[in-house]
């Protein structure tokens, strides 16, 4: 079955530190950009980070640059966030998105609950 999974959600304090893993399954991520949206309540989604199917390129939004690295692991297709020095308005779903580099389909995982909180 084609698809992304991702996981490492939870609950952290203002300054804390999560990791988000994004796992391909059915597909070769190596010829597929990736890349993390966030979607917070009342809010539309938006892409904070993306990495090239050979991660040769990396963008940042704004609101995560210097505290959020993007990877991935083409031998382990997957993709990774790696989240710090978070915040209370980091608080989201976090969704893992996969888009051919050159032709195919795309696929979105389910999300996972990210909560910064006192």
């Known amino acids: 079955q084609e698809r992304v999974v991702e996981s490492g959600g939870g609950k952290v304090q203002p300054g804390g530190s999560l990791k988000l893993s994004c796992a391909a399954s059915g597909f070769l991520t190596r010829s597929y950009h990736m890349s993390w949206y966030r979607q917070a309540e009342g809010k539309s989604r938006e892409m904070i980070a993306s990495?090239?199917?050979?991660?040769?390129?990396?963008f940042y939004a704004d609101s995560v640059k210097g505290r959020f690295t993007i990877e991935r692991d083409n031998d382990l297709n997957e993709a990774y966030l790696q989240m710090t020095e978070l915040k209370v308005e980091d608080s989201a779903v976090y969704y893992c998105?996969?888009?051919?580099?050159?032709?195919?389909?795309?696929?979105w995982g389910k999300g996972t609950l990210v909560t910064v909180s006192p």
């Open positions: 998105h996969a888009s051919p580099a050159i032709q195919g389909r795309d696929y």
């Open positions: 990495i090239s199917h050979l991660g040769g390129n990396i």
